[in-house]
């Protein structure tokens, strides 16, 4: 039986008007938490806020087919949407509606469908709005099972959320990777050769046939054939696009260009070609089977990682291997860091400095002291002690949803020393509240992230769930990155290594007014007394005499802290970890660790070609590729809810 209101009871029932007006009401949520609105309503209606769309991405895609129609099965509840969407309806993450669909993107997303009744209707307005004291009334929940594509037409069936029941659902059944293997079909957004027109020293290339993309194609590479010094290759990146004919490389062309390749100019390829992106290098010497090393190697930390070393040069010659790390000259934990491109990152050493170039300067407050004995193997940097009574800092950095790159998540990375087995007042990303006499303060931000404090340490979304608890060896020092997922979900490493994991049905919604390290808010109740007094619960001395919000505070040594607006993958966070514990690389080579042993020790001056890898995460796709458009995995998907 549907639940309805008194009114639209009264509308419905027998002395109610006969005149009614239907409409009804989509909501597909996406597996990220992303929500869309539609409505088969002539016009856009207004429902508890919610605008929900009748724009031309719905529009009739045949004479009398509906934009959505729908049926229920008599014995089987479920329910079959059929959308006609145009090629140019806007969908999501930058594709059409009709790209959305053939993409993937609204698998698994969970649709609501209701009905509301004799919408407002004002004369002249596009708008109708749903009476708040009629509501409306739910007539199905369920989740997208399977999609039928054809030119024209896509058909969704959605199954009830009762058939969740009736699935196996073993370990390990769901992955965050990405589907495609690197340079397939899948992945590739390669174009063909085209024609285009570059100048002798220029870095201008028009083209009256590629069409360039200035949201897409910046940062992409590019090989121009016959551009170059003596009509050689050119290849660069896309710097900026000035419209669609044409770009602003990264490298200017040389001193000619051979034009006889093509009428008026080069050829052109944009794309994931291999040849683009691979290094043409020689070995240097002290190479073993496992490990090639190069001082040509100049790439960033990890950007070898899972690619490929072919040897053309050498007793190797001919043979390949799969890479299983690489290490550049020049690394550092705080090269590391900043190759993965973090929104905020100070190293507490001396300052509240930003070294992420973004300017989040930390304002500093209270027992917070600088240059004390740090964390870092090899590194001189000094860490920040937090006296655990007035110390904190706080950075004014807003929502990391709003800030470019952003993917539905967000990764705190630190290390953390505490002379308890719990640290509590670590971050807080919502902490206002007005203070009272007494130090007492009304609630702090209902969806905050933080580090809490109920006698143990760990990390939440306060107060919606969920929590974990981690807890530290006393007075050494803790690698941490937690990981809050837009799938309102929690991952904890520590060392390198997941120790725990939550996840809470929600649509991951948090609040960020600023970021606040070394104090937070305790919610205290007189009842219970979350164990207040206990050593390592940020509340000393005798409990209050009232329920209420109080501080309570981190006491420890803090240093390398670091925010991202993505989730760091497992090689990200093992990869600071390891440098951290062992030092730097101060041989000033490149070095290559194989999975696979090589034939031969490669001799000083054998040649070999090495290929860029990709770890199938969303950060290596959008930043080492600038192919996130074509990224084929789950990558809010919560890993198992398991300690260790």
């Known amino acids: 039986m549907r639940a309805a209101t008194p009114q639209m009871q009264a509308l419905l029932g027998p002395s109610g008007s006969r005149a009614l007006v239907a409409c009804d009401l989509y909501t597909l949520e996406l597996v990220d938490g992303t929500a869309m609105y539609f409505t088969s309503f002539d016009r856009d209606v207004s429902y508890d806020g919610i605008v ?32 006609a ?17 053939v993409a993937g993107r609204l698998d698994g997303c969970r649709v609501t469908l209701a009905r509301a009744f004799n919408p407002l209707v004002a004369a002249q307005s596009a708008l109708a709005q749903v009476n708040p004291n009629l509501g409306v009334i739910t007539l199905f929940v369920g989740l997208v099972s399977e999609v039928q594509i054809d030119r024209a037409l896509a058909r969704m069936t959605i199954a009830p959320i009762s058939e969740l029941l009736n699935i196996q659902f073993p370990r390990h059944h769901l992955t965050t990777q990405c589907r495609w293997t690197l340079y397939d079909v899948g992945c590739s957004n390669s174009r063909s050769t085209a024609d285009g027109v570059i100048s002798a020293d220029s870095a201008v290339l028009s083209s009256a046939t590629i069409n360039f993309d200035s949201q897409t194609d910046p940062g992409r590479p590019i090989t121009v054939y016959g551009a170059g010094v003596n009509g050689g290759n050119l290849v660069t990146t896309i710097a900026s696009v000035q419209g669609p004919t044409q770009a602003t490389l990264a490298a200017a062309a040389g001193t000619t260009v051979d034009g006889g390749l093509a009428p008026g100019g080069a050829k052109v390829t944009i794309g994931l070609l291999a040849e683009n992106l691979g290094a043409q290098v020689t ?53 590391a860091v900043l190759a993965d491109l973090p929104i905020a990152y100070w190293r507490l050493g001396q300052n509240g400095n930003d070294y992420s170039g973004n300017g989040f300067t930390l304002s500093v407050n209270g027992g917070v002291t600088f240059g004390n004995p740090g964390a870092l193997a090899g590194d001189a940097m000094t860490s920040a002690h937090f006296d655990g009574s007035t110390g904190y800092v706080t950075a004014a950095i807003p929502d990391p949803a709003t800030l470019p790159g952003t993917q539905a998540a967000i990764t705190f990375e630190f290390w953390v020393n505490t002379p308890q087995t719990q640290a509590q007042g670590l971050f807080d990303t919502n902490p206002s509240g007005d203070l009272l006499p007494g130090d007492y303060r009304q609630a702090p931000g209902t969806d905050a992230l933080r580090g809490f404090n109920y006698g143990y340490g760990g990390f939440e979304w306060n107060p919606n769930q969920p929590a974990v608890a981690v807890g530290y060896p006393a007075n050494s020092w803790t690698h941490m990155a937690v990981i809050y997922y837009g799938a309102q979900a929690i991952n904890v490493f520590a060392n390198g290594r997941l120790v725990a994991a939550a996840s809470k049905a929600g649509a991951g919604y948090y609040e960020w007014a600023a970021l606040q390290i070394g104090f937070n808010l305790f919610n205290y109740n007189l009842v219970g007394g979350y164990n207040w007094g206990i050593p390592g619960s940020g509340t000393p001395g005798s409990a209050p005499t009232r329920a209420g919000f109080y501080k309570v505070w981190f006491e420890g040594y803090l240093q390398e802290f670091a925010v991202y607006n993505y989730a760091l993958s497992f090689d990200q966070i093992t990869t600071h970890y390891q440098i951290g514990v062992n030092g730097p690389n101060t041989s000033g080579q490149g070095i290559i660790n194989l999975w696979q042993a090589l034939p031969y020790a490669p001799a000083p001056g054998d040649q070999f070609t090495v290929y860029p890898g990709c770890d199938k995460s969303v950060f290596a796709c959008r930043n080492k590729f600038n192919n996130l458009l074509n990224y084929g995995g789950f990558p809010f998907t919560p890993n198992e809810e398991t300690a260790l």
């Open 283 to 335: 070995a240097d010497a002290n190479c073993t089977r496992n490990q090639v090393v190069s001082s040509l190697l100049t790439q960033p930390p990890g950007y070898f990682d899972l690619g490929r070393i072919v040897f053309t040069g050498g007793k190797n010659a001919g043979v390949s291997r799969t890479i299983q790390s690489y290490y550049n000259g020049d690394e550092t934990y705080e090269s």
């Open 52 to 83: 929900y769309s009748s724009a031309t991405r719905l529009e009739v895609g045949a004479p009398g087919l509906p934009a959505i129609s729908w049926k229920r099965g008599v014995n089987v509840d479920r329910l079959t949407l059929t959308f």
């Open 85 to 101: 969407p145009r090629l140019s309806d806007p969908g999501d993450v930058g594709l059409s509606l009709s790209q959305a669909i």
